[in-house]
């Protein structure tokens, strides 16, 4: 079983930023990909970055420039940046791992941006 642990939420002002961090632990295999999603309330989960092992990225549109994922293979661990943080950013972020045996989730972490 893979577990996935996200952290680096929290209350941020508009404009300001947060790094949110995913690590994930327990019987890895070689992954896919790592990725990021987020869900508002009232609204449908949707992916916001990710980056495969051999280190290919993509974002969602609305990203603009404002966010970028890394990661670090040796330790099964991915990050967000986030900067110019907007309150439509503010949702749960949950972390994604791909590998040969399917999906795991993270239990999310809660982002707000407000004044």
């Known amino acids: 079983q893979v577990q996935l642990v996200e952290s680096g939420g929290g209350l941020v002002q508009p404009g300001g930023s947060l790094r949110l961090s995913c690590a994930a632990s327990g019987n890895i295999l070689s992954f896919y990909s790592m990725g990021w999603y987020r869900q508002a309330p009232g609204k449908q989960r949707e992916l916001v970055a990710s980056?495969?092992?051999?280190?290919?990225?993509s974002y969602a549109d609305f990203m603009k420039g404002r966010f970028t994922i890394s990661g670090d293979n040796a330790k099964s661990t991915t990050y967000l940046q986030m900067n110019s943080l907007k309150p439509e950013d503010t949702a749960v972020y949950y972390c994604l791992m791909v590998d040969p045996r399917g999906d795991y989730w993270g239990q999310g972490t809660q982002v707000t941006v407000s004044s």
């Open positions: 980056i495969t092992s051999g280190g290919r990225t």
